[in-house]
Every structure is written in C-alpha cells, then in structure tokens.
C-alpha cells in the first residue's frame, strides 16, 4: 500500500536532514544525462537487427516510432512518480515505497549487479573496441602479460571505468557538467554525419522504400527498439540532486527522450539512404558500414570515434546514477550503512561509488560480458513495467485546480499502453529467446530468497520511521548554484 500523505511543508523540512545530497543539478545537466545514457552502440546496431525482422524500411521506422511512444509514455509516468518523491534511487524509491521493501530490495540488487555494473563493464569494453579502430596499430586483443589472462582492451575498458569512478565520486555539479559536455559533442557529431551523410549524394532513396513484404513480426522487433531506447529514466535516479524538482524532472526525462527519438529516427533514415535493400543482413555493424558507403574508409574511422565517444557518455552516465540506488537502499537500513556515506565537500555517495566501480572494474578485466546485455535488458525492461504500474497506486488529488506535482498526460491511458506493449514484448521474449528472458526470471526468484534469507538471520533491519512519504504535493527547494 502507499505511504501515507504529509504536508509539502514537512517533508520540505525533513528532507535536507535526512538526505543531505545537494541539489545543483538544473534542466540541461539532468536531460544530458538522459541523453547520454539512451545513446549507445545500439542505434548503430540494432537497426540492422529491425530492418531485417521487419522486411521493409517503412515498417522499420514505423517501429522506431512505436518503440519512441513507448519510451515516451515511460518517461512521462516517471516523471510523476520522480515529482511526487523526489529523491535519489529512481526505480528502488517508487517500488520500495508503493509496493514495499521487498520488491525495493530486488530492484536495488539486480541494479548493483547486472542493471549498472555489469552493463559499465560491457560498454566500457565496446568503447576500448570502436577506439581501437581509430588506432589500428594497436592490437586489443593481445595479452597485457604473459601468464596475466588479461588482454589490452580488458585492461584499458577497467582504468575508464576507474577513471570516471574516481571523477563522479566528486559531486554532481562537475558530473552534471561532464554529461552537458559529452551531450552536446554527441548530438553535434551525429547531427552533422547526417546532414553530411545525406548531402554527399552518395545513397540512394530506393533503400527507404524498396525490400520485400513485411514480416508482421511487429513485437519482436519492438523488443530489439526497446533495448535502444532504455535509459529514458537516468534523471530519475538523481531527483535527490536536481533543482525545482517539479519543473526539472519533467523536461529533463521528456526533454531528453524526444531529442533522442528525433537523432534515432534521422538516423534510421539516413541508414536508408546509405545501404540498398538488398543490402541488409542482421549482423551488420550497419554505422561503419553506411559511413564507408558515403565517405570511404576515412569515414568509417570518424563514425567509430563517434560511437566510441557515445559509449563513454552511457558509462559515465551510468556509473553516475547506479550509486544513488545503493545510497538510498543503505538510508532505508536494505544495504550496508557504509554505502550512504557522502564526501565530506562533494556531498556524493562516495562509497556507494567506489563499491560500483570495484565490482565493475573486476567484470571488465574478465572481457566476456556482452552476452549479459540481452539478459540485463530483460530484467530491467520488467522492472520498469513494474515502476509504471505504481502510478496506478499512488494517491491522487483530482480536487485542486492547480496541482503541485506532475501529472501524466492521458491517465489512465498512458501507463497502460506501456504496460500492453511491455507485456507482449516479454511474452515474445519468452518465445524467441527463452534462455535470456528466462535468466531474469530466475535472478528475481533468487533475489526473493536471498531477501527473505537475510530478513531471518537479521542481516536487514527493519525500516526506520518514515520522513518522507509519497505526496500530492512536490518539494521545491531553493536552488543552488549551476549546471
């Protein structure tokens, strides 16, 4: 059952107290972190895997589309969910406090494990493998040392994350900073492969329209989309650090959201353009290979330091926001204490950060976890179907004419369609690939024991007095400083 309802006006003076977590993350620094988690080799891969289910470039797009409404319906119940309980965790915060502290408990331990460090450590290698094609005297895959078992790239993929594990561990103003940075190179980059790509003169119209019948096979390609547009909800897993909480959420999970759907779409388009409909086939690295059909070899270097940069933006973005989750979990007596120990200047969950990047940089040195990704996507695609749900169990004041949080646009409608398309597209996974989907399924059921195994041995305690509930009403703090 939900929280109990508290005055705007004490939770406004419990909630600096209790979280200590500064707020000094405005609009464009939340919305980049969107950006840069959303965008990552997937739109220069999957649309190789969704042209070739689909059998026709017009129904590709008309996927892409689908698959932006369905981000976009996500965002927007996240968004009354992150203004209604503003504070660090994302997902772990609305499942802890609408359906209670086990499933809070499994949403914190498939993050920790496969939602953040597991996918750090897959990207980070995928980032060391599209920089090595800029640098092709360099050889990834040989062994750092002999009788080490550790390859160059495994070693390069650990010190990024390292490097960026020590970085975010300063705060989140300069994270914040950081991502608008990476955000802006990245948009700016892909803007103008596109137009460049597209005035070049070198494609042909007929790979957009041309190719054979379509397939009908609608929701598997929906569920290949989904996996390229997941990180829509980044900004919600720092609500404890952004300013005007009411106003910044909204645009910075909205905002984001549709300025990816947009760089998908044109991208999509120019991919078109680029290769002949007899040209696809689902194992295509479909970005190097449009570029080498529009600019030559040279080309081809240029977007694999594109896709290289992207990558490093979802790493950091990522190992930015994981901590938060374990931050609020240790808060709530369901993860060590140590975990909620903030830097005495940076006020950033130093430890909780530190603790990610461990588990991340010891995953990335083994090189073998792109397999993980399918798997990860799975259970975490469940878990935000699960987060959805939840706005369906909130309190809402129908009586003011001017609510104080955010409220989704089309309710009832809009959660449900996420939660339709969310559940066929797992039903379908379940059917075409049983093993992964089925992972995630098993990982949940272990989490369950290992939860109620700890709750009999006293490992975790009970929860502490609530100083904070779910509100008809949102915080809003001063702000403090910039971006």
Request: glycine share 10%; charged share 10%; proline share 5%.
């Amino acid at each position: 059952m939900p929280e109990q309802l508290a005055p705007v006006e004490e939770q406004s003076k419990h909630h600096p107290a209790k979280h200590g977590l500064r707020r000094a993350l405005g609009v464009s620094g939340a919305a980049a972190f969107v950006v840069t988690n959303m965008v990552g080799t997937g739109i220069f891969t999957v649309p190789a895997f969704v042209r070739t289910t689909t059998g026709n470039g017009l129904a590709a797009l008309g996927v892409w589309v689908v698959g932006a409404g369905l981000a976009l319906s996500g965002a927007l119940c996240y968004a009354e969910l992150a203004t209604r309980m503003p504070e660090a965790g994302g997902e772990y915060q609305y499942l802890n406090r609408v359906y209670g502290r086990l499933w809070g408990f499994l949403s914190g331990w498939m993050s920790f494990f496969v939602g953040f460090s597991a996918s750090i450590a897959a990207a980070s290698l995928g980032a060391v493998a599209y920089a090595s094609v800029v640098f092709p005297s360099w050889s990834p895959s040989a062994l750092l040392a002999e009788g080490w078992g550790i390859s160059q790239d495994a070693m390069a993929a650990a010190v990024l994350v390292a490097a960026l594990g020590i970085f975010h561990s300063t705060g989140v103003r300069p994270s914040g900073r950081l991502q608008l940075i990476i955000a802006v190179l990245v948009i700016g980059a892909i803007g103008l492969f596109i137009i460049a790509g597209i005035g070049s003169g070198h494609g042909d119209w007929s790979g957009l329209t041309k190719g054979s019948e379509p397939t009908g096979l609608w929701w598997v390609a929906l569920i290949q989309v989904s996996f390229a547009y997941s990180g829509w909800n980044a900004a919600a897993y720092l609500s404890g650090e952004v300013r005007n909480p009411l106003q910044t959420l909204p645009r910075a999970l909205v905002g984001g959201t549709l300025v990816v759907a947009v760089l998908y779409l044109a991208l999509n388009i120019l991919f078109f353009y680029a290769l002949p409909a007899d040209a696809w086939t689902p194992t295509i690295a479909v970005g190097n290979i449009a570029a080498e059909r529009l600019f030559g070899s040279v080309g081809a270097k240029w977007v694999s330091a594109i896709i290289a940069l992207t990558i490093v933006g979802s790493v950091s973005a990522m190992t930015a926001a994981g901590p938060r989750v374990y931050y609020a979990m240790s808060r709530d007596n369901l993860a060590p204490a140590a975990l909620s120990r903030l830097g005495r200047h940076t006020h950033a969950p130093a430890v909780a950060t530190i603790a990610q990047t461990v588990v991340a940089v010891i995953l990335a040195l083994t090189g073998a976890f792109r397999d993980l990704l399918t798997y990860a996507g799975s259970a975490l695609l469940l878990f935000a179907g699960l987060t959805v749900a939840a706005v369906y169990f909130v309190p809402r004041d129908r009586t003011s004419e001017t609510p104080r949080f955010f409220r989704v646009p089309g309710y009832p409608f809009t959660p449900a369609i996420f939660l339709i398309l969310t559940a066929v597209a797992w039903i379908y996974g379940l059917k075409e690939s049983p093993k992964a989907t089925g992972a995630a399924l098993v990982t949940i059921i272990v989490g369950i024991v290992i939860y109620f195994v700890c709750r009999a041995c006293g490992w975790l305690a009970d929860a502490p007095a609530p100083t904070h509930h779910i509100s008809t009403e949102a915080v809003a703090e001063p702000e403090t400083g910039n971006d």
